[in-house]
């Protein structure tokens, strides 16, 4: 729902079946990861004009698929040269690790509010699982603590 008015609220939402992970990963950082596999997804909207206030939705990939995190690539090539070779090798193992796994399913629900989120990431797979908890801070201030609304 929107109204034709400069600086109104408008609220969306959408869901999907069968989505193609591939490419909505390719739209939203290809860069930085891909996942195969379908899914089902639902997600809310709700801003003010051109500014988005708030975004909450999940995704559930019921069929097995691959997730890849690309952006490891280049932590990887970029590790301090100063640091001893069992430290580096530690830390490239664990990396790698966590860069592409084979996944059964996946389940993820994520929330935006206020330039702040979290998306929690489950994927259970055929050699263990991976759970991802990722969380934005757009506050810049030196404490790092979330911002505080009134609303």
Known sequence: SFF????????????????????????????????????????????????????RGNLNAPQSGRLNISKIDEFLENLPPEWNPIKTGAVKAALETLR????????????????????????????????FEFLLHADESSDGLWKQSSR
Do not use: C, H
Not at 102 to 107: L, T
């Open 4 to 55: 034709f008015q400069k600086d109104a609220r408008w609220v969306a939402w959408g869901s999907g079946k069968g989505v193609d992970l591939a490419s909505l990963a390719n739209v939203l950082a290809p860069q930085n990861f891909r996942m195969t596999g379908p899914a089902d997804f639902s997600i809310e909207v709700d801003a003010l004009a051109s500014r988005v206030e708030r975004v």
């Open 100 to 131: 592409d796994f084979d996944y059964s399913s996946a389940d993820a629900r994520f929330w935006y509010v206020e330039d702040q989120g979290r998306l929690d990431l489950k994927l259970p797979g055929p050699r263990g699982s991976r759970n």
